[in-house]
């Protein structure tokens, strides 16, 4: 079965911190692996995503980490912000297809 | 440009009864997911819909349905409902030629009761 693991399940930050979000696969049939944050009452929104050509990619203050022979990839969120406090959910897509694997989520609170 | 959006935001069902949840496609956007995000979870691929034709589907129980109409707006229909069925039902979108950066609604919350 296709699984996307993620942890920590919850993570609490001082402003400023680095907060680390985890995600591993089994599957090396993926091709794509993005990261969506979730806002209370709301949907989805993607923040970043990555290919498993490339082995990191950073955004604004947000970075993924891909290591492909271990199938782990990671965000991380610098200078982190109270207005970051949300849930963050990795995802990988098959190859060939168009549906989205979520992992579990990760609630993250940064404190002022 | 107008985002996904979905309708309604908030419904209270019976076991038993039906329901049918409403998505408009972002502008330009010729496909439509469907997923199912219960209390805590990430959320969960229900099924795919293309040129109005399922394009995929998950590990869903023939009671859940869509449709796709020709301005590639779609329908999530869901039969016989169940106390499981209560979750906040996501509606995504992806570009013509790029599949794989999908764009989400703020999502309706099925209660089933």
């Known amino acids: 079965q296709q699984q996307v693991k993620q942890s920590p399940q919850s993570l609490i930050v001082q402003k400023g911190g680095i907060p680390i979000i985890n995600c591993a696969y089994e599957?090396?049939?993926?091709?794509?692996f993005p990261w969506y944050q979730q806002f209370p009452g709301k949907g989805p929104a993607l923040l970043i995503a990555i290919r498993p050509d490339v082995s990191e990619k950073k955004e604004g203050r947000f970075t993924i980490s891909f290591n492909k022979s271990a199938k782990q990839f990671s965000l991380h969120i610098m200078d982190s912000q109270p207005g970051d406090s949300a849930t963050y959910f990795c995802?990988?897509?098959?190859?060939?297809?168009?549906?989205?694997?979520f992992g579990t989520g990760t609630r993250l609170k940064v404190l002022a | 440009e107008t985002g996904v959006t979905q309708s309604p935001t908030h419904l209270i069902k019976t076991r038993g009864q039906q329901v049918t949840l409403r998505c408009s496609s972002q502008?330009?956007?010729?496909?439509v997911s469907w997923y199912q995000q219960a209390l805590g979870q990430g959320p969960q691929f229900i099924f795919q819909?293309?040129?109005?034709?399922?394009?995929g589907r998950g590990n869903f129980p023939p009671r859940f349905s869509g449709l796709q109409f020709p301005n590639y707006s779609s329908e999530l229909n869901v039969n016989a409902l169940e106390l499981d069925d209560s979750a906040l039902y996501l509606c995504?979108?992806?570009?013509?030629?790029?599949?794989?950066?999908?764009?989400f609604g703020q999502g309706t919350r099925l209660t089933v009761v």
């Open positions: 995802a990988a897509t098959p190859s060939g297809t168009y549906k989205y694997i």
């Open positions: 502008s330009g956007h010729n496909t």
């Open positions: 995504a979108s992806t570009r013509p030629g790029q599949n794989t950066e999908a764009f």
């Open positions: 819909y293309y040129r109005e034709e399922e394009n």
């Open positions: 599957n090396t049939a993926f091709d794509y």
